[in-house]
């Protein structure tokens, strides 16, 4: 693709890095196939093509920045064009760029939404009350927050645990409010194997949140905190463990995030260097699990940031079976299930037809269970399905 990208944008770090992504492109359009937004509308600004396209015109000085922002924010950031792409465009990162272009201010409802969810969803305590109080006053709340709510309320872990050796768990901040037995579930496993769980206390939201809003200094804000909990632990253990495939992701990502930070250029990329979703550690500890359903079916859903954003393909799989489970087919299983972070909050009619399309596929072979790996897919999913949803890893012992 051919840019003309202004020449104090190209000077700095960000517009360098935009333009050689943009130049990557080759205008196949392969990217559209698997494009689930792209599939709902059939726009071709709805699909990572078009998008890349009026990202250049924003960078280059579009007359009418809206219809960019329209078309982006309705962007799931599922990168499966990525998995999808010949020439390796790293769209991902090129909408992240432009949504720090474009900045996290929005008019209206969405503007009170972004703000309401950047203020709750990052703080854990936060959250947790709010989600106790908030089954009582759903009525009041507009219905795409209201069913965000959680029926339980759980906890993170709860004390240290030790062992022969140690991996420090991330606690998360959305996923110790709504699924905190799946880290629970963890310690216990990695205790019958004689691995002790390591918590930081100071931990706190990963970032991805205020990221895909383009907030850029709320996301380096956060960043940094984690750099600052977790690196002065690393030389005590042996990794550091994500249970959430949507936090991993950006974990994994730290050192590109805090390249241009003298800082924590280093200390960033040896946290990212650390981190690893569970499915990569278990798989390397060589250890047979066992089945804590013995003869269920069991649908296996890959999160997007998972089996796109990590490029984590068959190892959940190989360990489901390993334990005794059979899984059956899903259709499409590269597509998004339309939960994607703050989607189903801001984008609730396009995430509902997403997830609408996912479960029918996820239930066409009548699975016992549906699995998945990211707190986000797990409640999303649950709320509409007609078959349990849980973490692959409630599954195993």
């Known amino acids: 693709m051919q840019t003309q990208l202004p020449a104090d944008f190209i000077a700095t770090d960000r517009g360098r890095r935009a333009n050689e992504i943009l130049r990557s492109c080759v205008h196949c359009g392969f990217c559209n196939a698997t494009c689930p937004t792209y599939q709902l509308s059939g726009d071709e600004l709805d699909g990572p093509r078009g998008r890349i396209y009026l990202i250049k015109e924003l960078f280059e000085g579009a007359q009418n920045p809206e219809r960019v922002t329209q078309h982006l924010d309705r962007c799931l950031t599922c990168r499966a064009c990525e998995t999808t792409c010949p020439s390796g465009v790293a769209y991902g990162e090129l909408a992240d760029i432009a949504r720090v272009e474009i900045g996290p201010q929005r008019t209206g409802v969405q503007g009170l939404l972004r703000r309401l969810l950047q203020w709750m969803v990052p703080h854990a305590r936060r959250l947790r009350l709010l989600a106790r109080v908030g089954k009582f006053v759903t009525f009041a709340m507009p219905r795409a927050l209201a069913a965000q709510v959680p029926d339980n309320v759980t906890t993170g872990l709860a004390s240290d645990t030790p062992g022969s050796k140690q991996v420090l768990v991330l606690q998360g901040c959305a996923q110790q409010v709504t699924t905190g037995q799946v880290n629970q579930g963890l310690q216990q496993l990695l205790g019958e194997l004689d691995i002790g769980v390591l918590t930081a206390p100071k931990e706190g939201c990963c970032g991805s949140l205020d990221l895909h809003l383009g907030d850029e200094a709320a996301t380096l804000r956060a960043v940094r905190n984690n750099v600052d909990a977790i690196h002065p632990l690393l030389t005590q253990i042996?990794?550091?463990?994500?249970?959430?495939?949507?936090?991993?992701?950006?974990?994994?990502?730290?050192?590109?995030?805090?390249?241009?930070?003298?800082?924590?250029?280093?200390?960033?990329?040896?946290?990212?260097?650390?981190?690893?979703?569970?499915?990569?550690?278990?798989?390397?500890?060589?250890?047979?699990?066992?089945?804590?359903?013995?003869?269920?079916?069991?649908?296996?859903?890959?999160?997007?940031?998972?089996?796109?954003?990590?490029?984590?393909?068959?190892?959940?799989?190989?360990?489901?079976?390993?334990?005794?489970y059979e899984l059956v087919p899903v259709p499409d299983a590269h597509l998004c299930c339309g939960s994607a972070g703050t989607y189903s909050v801001l984008q609730p009619q396009w995430s509902q037809q997403l997830r609408k399309a996912k479960l029918e596929a996820l239930e066409s072979a009548a699975p016992d269970i549906i699995a998945t790996a990211n707190v986000g897919c797990q409640t999303h999913l649950s709320h509409a399905a007609n078959t349990r949803v849980m973490h692959w890893i409630e599954l195993v012992s």
């Open 238 to 324: 042996d990794a550091v463990i994500s249970t959430a495939s949507g936090c991993g992701v950006t974990l994994k990502d730290y050192g590109r995030l805090l390249a241009a930070d003298p800082d924590y250029a280093k200390t960033g990329a040896e946290v990212a260097g650390a981190t690893v979703d569970v499915s990569e550690y278990l798989t390397g500890l060589g250890h047979s699990l066992k089945a804590k359903f013995p003869g269920k079916r069991v649908a296996w859903h890959s999160p997007c940031s998972l089996q796109h954003g990590q490029q984590s393909e068959g190892l959940v799989e190989a360990l489901l079976t390993g334990a005794g």
